[in-house]
């Protein structure tokens, strides 16, 4: 009964007789002066590794000098063997824990080349710890006072390097960590709380960003799932413009295909009618001619008839009969169907240049479709990234203007007479404006500059016929003055409020079919945007509207940003 109650109490304490070096129920065991107890063998080898002369303790770190003589613990070997007899299952190991990997910390405890991965460190040791190692901290009582925390870094990032010290106070002068000497020292007069009361601040901060985090977060999953659905229909709305496509394509060459049967078989017939008119003419002729060929033969008999009373009454008969036939039809040579050809060479020419005039159309639109487009520039930074070289263009230029700066600048001269270059070449002869010889049919920003009364800026088609700028649904201005702004389109003009700058910039984005005017200053100011499609690339524009004696030297001049 005594032997019984001894094993249940042995039974109790099974984690005493295990090696805090292998974690493993001790074999052959030996206990070093402190009075720790160790497998002899795990304790030779950790002292085997340590510098001569320097031999400690893994658990508690009491340094021996010399090296202690290692003897078997009888009694403690016998109790082990009692417990392995009296329950065997608890003589296999404990689970095994993960060796330390280079982003762990290491169990300073561990001996050995490969020691395990630490789980807490104690802030009063100054050690980390592995599972095993760290029993002792939750079973002694003096060790149960120390201050743990998770083992997420090594502790000597958490130490002083100036003091080795562990870094205990926060500086709020210098935002950063400190230990208690530093204070005394180089950070005496700042201002300093503990660590523990700078993580309580900062934990309230970190809820109000988590709470940001989370909004961000719900709102970015949002926007994820409106793009996935987006890029869905995007695909959906594609296949079935591609299905409208094909079937239209399919439509129009199923028609011309009709077209060609119905002029092939139009040709067949007229084929046939004329042969058949022809042939029943080739039947006739060669009955006349069997029949003159008959008459011939007899009027030659008759030559060498020589009763002279049947020669008369013969040749009366056959002279007469003969001559007495329908007049012979009449053949047009080199009767051909190029008239026909040429009809339908020049339908395939409309038929193309049709085709060819729809397809920057439909090429333009096409370009226009994003799933998700680029941003909108918002600061000036980011609407010079977008900038791009423009240059005026000579040939446009009205003759009471003039070029200069390099292509970049239009000048009132003011001539009552052109001369011959401009007489030659000039789109503009009596409005005073130019275009740029760019086209434009991407993202693209410019400014403009100036220095008069009166002028423009204005994007427009190449090919205005002569008209000026905003007349037409070919071009878009902007009319500034001393008074104000103006916005004209299509003979439309409108009033655009916003502050006075002798500097325009424009903004084209043709894909998106969007056109802004902004006043430049030290800030940018939206004066008027334009929402439609464009269907053709499109060229910055400049007019001088005050252009006569009285404004001569005004100019307008865009800006070199590139």
């Known amino acids: 009964m005594a032997e019984q109650q001894q094993e249940c109490a042995v039974g109790l304490d099974q984690n005493q007789f295990c090696c805090s070096v292998c974690l493993d129920l001790l074999k052959e065991p030996v206990t070093i002066p402190c009075g720790h107890n160790y497998c002899k063998g795990c304790i030779k080898g950790c002292w085997d590794q340590e510098e001569k002369g320097e031999h400690s303790c893994p658990q508690c770190r009491e340094t021996f000098n010399p090296r202690p003589v290692l003897r078997r613990n009888n009694v403690l070997a016998e109790v082990v063997e009692k417990l392995k007899k009296t329950n065997p299952q608890q003589a296999a190991p404990p689970a095994a824990v993960a060796c330390a990997g280079p982003a762990d910390v290491?169990?300073?405890?561990?001996?050995?080349?490969?020691?395990?991965?630490a789980t807490m460190s104690c802030l009063t040791c100054l050690a980390s710890y592995c599972p095993a190692h760290l029993k002792p901290h939750h079973s002694v009582p003096v060790l149960k006072?120390?201050?743990?925390?998770?083992?997420?870094?090594?502790?000597?990032?958490?130490?002083?390097?100036?003091?080795?010290?562990?870094?205990?106070?926060?500086?709020?002068?210098?935002?950063?960590?400190?230990?208690?000497?530093?204070?005394?020292?180089?950070?005496?007069s700042h201002r300093t709380v503990s660590a523990a009361a700078e993580r309580?601040?900062?934990?309230?901060?970190?809820?109000?960003?988590?709470?940001?985090?989370?909004?961000?977060?719900?709102?970015?999953?949002?926007?994820?799932?409106?793009?996935?659905?987006?890029?869905?229909?995007?695909?959906?709305?594609?296949?079935?413009?591609?299905?409208?496509?094909?079937?239209?394509?399919?439509?129009?060459i199923s028609s011309m295909k009709k077209k060609r049967t119905l002029a092939r078989q139009l040709m067949?017939?007229?084929?046939?009618?004329?042969?058949?008119?022809?042939?029943?003419?080739?039947?006739?002729?060669?009955?006349?001619?069997?029949?003159?060929?008959?008459?011939?033969?007899?009027?030659?008999?008759?030559?060498?008839?020589?009763?002279?009373?049947?020669?008369?009454?013969?040749?009366?008969?056959?002279?007469?009969?003969?001559?007495?036939?329908?007049?012979a039809p009449v053949v047009r040579p080199q009767r051909s169907f190029k008239n026909l050809t040429d009809c339908l060479s020049k339908m395939r020419d409309d038929v193309e240049s049709l085709l060819n005039d729809a397809r920057p159309r439909i090429s333009a639109t096409v370009s226009t479709l994003d799933v998700v487009p680029p941003p909108v520039p918002k600061t000036r930074d980011e609407f010079l990234r977008y900038c791009c070289p423009l240059t005026l263009d000579q040939k446009s230029v009205s003759g009471h203007l003039s070029i200069s700066q390099e292509h970049r600048r239009v000048t009132n001269t003011y001539r009552s007479t052109y001369n011959s270059y401009y007489g030659q070449y000039q789109s503009f002869t009596n409005i005073n404006q130019v275009l740029c010889s760019e086209g434009l049919s991407e993202r693209c920003y410019w400014e403009v500059t100036f220095s008069g009364r009166t002028w423009s800026v204005a994007v427009s088609h190449k090919d205005l016929g002569g008209s000026q700028f905003g007349n037409n649904n070919r071009s878009w201005r902007l009319d500034c003055s001393t008074n104000g702004y103006s916005f004209q389109h299509n003979s439309a003009s409108r009033t655009v409020p916003g502050p006075q700058s002798s500097t325009i910039g424009v903004y084209l984005d043709y894909k998106s079919g969007t056109l802004s005017f902004y006043s430049i200053s030290d800030t940018m100011t939206l004066l008027h945007k334009e929402c439609t499609a464009f269907t053709e690339p499109l060229h910055p524009g400049l007019m001088l509207t005050d252009v006569s004696r009285s404004g001569e030297g005004g100019y307008a001049e865009l800006v070199k940003l590139w």
């Open 268 to 327: 067949k017939a007229q084929e046939k009618t004329a042969i058949g008119q022809a042939e029943e003419m080739q039947l006739q002729l060669e009955e006349q001619i069997a029949m003159l060929k008959t008459r011939d033969t007899e009027l030659e008999q008759l030559s060498h008839v020589d009763d002279h009373i049947h020669f008369i009454k013969s040749f009366q008969s056959l002279s007469t009969s003969c001559l007495d036939l329908p007049p």
């Open 200 to 252: 309580a601040v900062e934990q309230e901060q970190l809820i109000v960003s988590q709470k940001k985090v989370q909004e961000k977060f719900k709102e970015r999953e949002n926007d994820l799932n409106k793009l996935v659905q987006a890029m869905k229909d995007f695909k959906s709305c594609c296949q079935t413009a591609a299905g409208t496509s094909d079937k239209i394509f399919d439509e129009l």
């Open 145 to 188: 006072r120390h201050q743990l925390v998770s083992a997420t870094v090594p502790l000597q990032e958490k130490m002083c390097t100036k003091h080795n010290k562990l870094m205990e106070v926060y500086c709020q002068t210098d935002k950063q960590c400190v230990c208690y000497l530093c204070i005394i020292d180089e950070h005496k």
């Open 106 to 117: 290491a169990c300073d405890f561990c001996c050995g080349t490969k020691p395990k991965k």
